[in-house]
């Protein structure tokens, strides 16, 4: 078991890095280094849900958006995109009002966090076992989430057939 | 266990938050939008599972939100991709002051 100690440390570690890459992911002008940082961030987000031991989460984190939607978004930067170019500038007023907003929005987040004064849970363990939540997942009863599962699945489905009608090459119209 | 509860965490996303929110405003290309708003469904998934994990470790509805967050997350990147595609092939740009009309 880990001490004390090296579980702070590995958190402060993982937050430097979830954030700093998120900075840069925002902040860079080539935009595929944006991707890539963006990479780096879902990643970390990985390593916090395995830093409080919810695996499964942290498998689907890294299944599903650094290896789906990551991917995506880099394809279709090849596909739209001139990768060697650097974005233009956001204009000085924008930046300035922008992170004036971001950094006072933050501010006031945080101070109400901080005097909220959350109240610990009931001390039982936390029991996230894949069985446990596929049972769930599945069990129609009050606490199941049976339906949900269901309605997610067709809007999968919708927005499966969708994409490909949106992205569908119109033919040209022949008079 | 250790001194690190769940405000540290809300600091995390809050932060996390507040960087694609930034983003989301200064950014005027269509990829990076969508990557700022990627950065702000990943806080907000942090948030329920912290929320889960330190004030109801007895249930998991937290852990399903994440789940059912993730699996919209990622229809919506696919269907906005396919739409900034589109865009491409009508307008030969993704810069979203270039795309005011939205004719075809």
Same mark, same amino acid.
């Given at each position: !078991? ?7 440390? &590995? *958190?402060?570690? +993982? @937050? =430097? ?69 650097? !974005? ?7 930046? &300035? *009002?922008?992170? +004036? @907003? =971001? ?73 | ?104």
């Amino acid at each position: !078991m880990l001490s004390v100690n090296a579980y702070s440390i &590995i *958190f402060y570690l +993982l @937050a =430097a890095f979830i954030i700093g890459n998120g900075v840069l992911a925002m902040t860079t002008r080539k935009i595929f280094r944006a991707a890539i940082f963006l990479l780096f961030s879902l990643i970390g987000v990985a390593g916090l849900y395995f830093w409080m031991h919810v695996e499964f989460v942290a498998a689907v984190q890294v299944i599903v958006y650094v290896g789906g939607i990551v991917v995506l978004i880099i394809f279709s930067i090849f596909l739209t995109q001139q990768t060697g170019k650097d !974005m233009p500038r956001p204009t000085n007023t924008r930046m &300035i *009002f922008s992170a +004036l @907003a =971001a950094i006072l929005g933050a501010a006031l987040t945080y101070s109400l966090i901080r005097q909220y004064g959350f109240i610990g849970g009931s001390g039982d363990q936390f029991n996230v076992s894949p069985q446990r939540i596929g049972d769930q997942m599945l069990d129609y009863q009050d606490t199941g989430y049976a339906l949900p599962f269901e309605v997610i699945s067709i809007l999968l489905l919708a927005a499966m057939i969708g994409c490909i009608v949106i992205a569908l090459k119109s033919k040209p119209q022949e008079s | 266990m250790n001194n690190i509860g769940i405000e540290q965490i809300l600091f995390i996303s809050t932060a996390l938050f507040f960087i694609g929110v930034y983003g989301l405003f200064t950014r005027r290309n269509m990829i990076t939008m969508l990557m700022a708003v990627e950065l702000i469904l990943n806080s907000v998934n942090i948030n329920f599972v912290s929320f889960n994990k330190y004030l109801y470790p007895e249930r998991l509805d937290g852990v399903f939100f994440t789940i059912f967050i993730i699996a919209i997350a990622a229809a919506e990147a696919a269907v906005a991709i396919a739409i900034i595609i589109n865009i491409y092939r009508n307008h030969q740009s993704i810069d979203v002051e270039d795309s005011e009309e939205m004719k075809y």
